[in-house]
């Protein structure tokens, strides 16, 4: 997929593209870059709907393709290096999202697929059933 950056674009709408190709993964935009590995503060993460050019007034004007097979520390870096925009990915988990520092190292198709499995109930859970974190019931 290629996603066209440039300062007018708004944060969101690179979200959203990103999140309709890979709908268990999102990413944010924070205002501090980070190493892979490295988790977000989240008083870091820039909310709201922002004209890309705010958070880096020199954003070139160009496309970013992103793969299935790319690993989370490679977007993430290619964002800030190439564009000067700092962002997090966040896997879904159940019904929250977390942060994909210990995972960097896999792609974008594996982290969207553990995200998808782990916020799947086991078929012969019932709704109301209880689940806990480390798969007993």
């Known amino acids: 997929m290629r996603i066209k950056v440039n300062g007018k674009k708004k944060t969101s709408e690179i979200k959203d ?5 890979f709908p268990f993964l999102k990413i944010e935009f924070v205002d501090k870059p980070h190493r892979p ?7 870091h993460i820039l909310s709201g709907n922002i004209a890309v050019h705010t958070i880096n007034p020199d954003v070139p004007d160009d496309h ?16 800030s290096s190439h564009f000067g925009l700092p962002i997090q990915v966040f896997r879904k988990q159940h019904d929250i999202w977390i942060e994909t520092t210990r995972t960097d190292r896999m792609s974008l198709q594996e982290q969207n697929e553990l995200g998808r499995q ?9 709704p109301g059933d209880r689940y806990l974190e480390d798969g007993q019931y």
């Open 64 to 79: 970013i393709t992103i793969n299935p097979e790319q690993t989370v520390a490679s977007l993430e870096h290619h964002f």
């Open 118 to 126: 782990n916020s799947t109930l086991p078929e012969h859970l019932e």
């Open 17 to 21: 593209a990103f999140n309709e190709a």
């Open 37 to 43: 590995g490295e988790g977000t503060s989240l008083n």
